[in-house]
């Protein structure tokens, strides 16, 4: 494969670190170098991770990218996600471009050139009135990106298919939006297959995100205990030569360091499997 290790990350919300010199040594005990770092605590608590760029690089470790996070999202179900997630609901529009702007200059201060997040349900039907809200806010975002940092946005995978995100990203005919692709994301959400759908964004990818589960909501597991063909969604990121982060996931379980270093190992040996 043309894959390599060198591509993966550590998604710094996943082991739920209290500092950033306990972030260093997370990604220490798991053997990773590279971060894809939560924006959010670096402006909303600046007196305990403001400095996380300089301790993270004291230690050997790269920032790769950031994740801009929707504020009062509720996650408890895919009901209430759509009520509350992204940028969709007009009721917290205002505060989530005042934290765009200001993970935008996070993002500057960081060095960075790309940051993700969830847009929430996009429509599928562009008669809807809030397709077109959801387009606007999208492009008022990348632009906002593209103007302060020089960087792109891509939004995360799970929440529609992946015919539905690909005719929306060519309507929004921005080239600074690309997508983050989540393979559990697809059958957390039961929008299709992980592979099948990486096939059809793989020309507009700019990272990965390394995630497993089982269909159905609630569903998340270890990496390499769920229903992700893994062998044939690195084949297709194989085949097109992908060179972005592949940025390893937990979002449940207790021991997540255990769980992301053994995720590193499995991935490793995929990779390195002829």
């Known amino acids: 494969m043309t894959l390599t290790t060198n591509q993966l990350a550590l998604c710094s919300w996943s082991v739920r670190p209290q500092t950033p ?65 992204g940028i969709v ?13 200001t993970s935008a200059q996070v993002a500057r201060a960081l060095g960075i050139d790309s940051i993700t ?69 697809m059958l957390l959400y039961e929008m299709g297959d992980p592979v099948d759908a990486v096939r059809q964004l793989v020309g507009r990818l700019g990272s990965v995100h390394l995630k497993d589960a089982n269909r159905g909501w609630g569903q998340e597991r270890p990496l390499g205990e769920g229903e992700v063909d893994w062998d044939g969604f690195l084949g297709v990121l194989d085949e097109a030569g992908f060179a972005g982060t592949m940025a390893i996931e937990r979002e449940g379980g207790e021991d997540r360091v255990d769980d992301i270093r053994r995720a590193v190992d499995f991935i490793s040996a995929c990779i390195s499997e002829e």
């Open 117 to 185: 997040t969830h847009a929430g349900f996009i429509p599928e039907n562009e008669d809807e009135p809030q397709f077109a809200v959801v387009v606007e806010r999208i492009r008022l975002i990348a632009d906002l990106f593209a103007d302060v940092f020089g960087g792109s946005l891509a939004l995360e995978t799970g929440q529609e298919s992946a015919a539905t995100l690909n005719r929306f990203l060519g309507i929004v005919n921005r080239p600074n939006v690309l997508v983050n692709f989540d393979p559990a994301n």
């Open 89 to 101: 609901p007009n009721a917290t529009w205002e505060r989530n471009w005042a934290n765009a702007e």
């Open 21 to 85: 010199v306990e972030l260093a040594e997370q990604c220490d005990a798991i053997g990773l170098k590279r971060v894809q770092l939560a924006l959010a605590p670096v402006f909303e608590n600046p007196s305990v991770w403001g400095r996380v760029g300089q301790v993270l690089a004291d230690a050997g470790i790269s920032v790769v990218s950031g994740m801009y996070s929707a504020v009062d999202e509720d996650y408890s179900t895919p009901e209430r996600i759509r009520e509350t997630g």
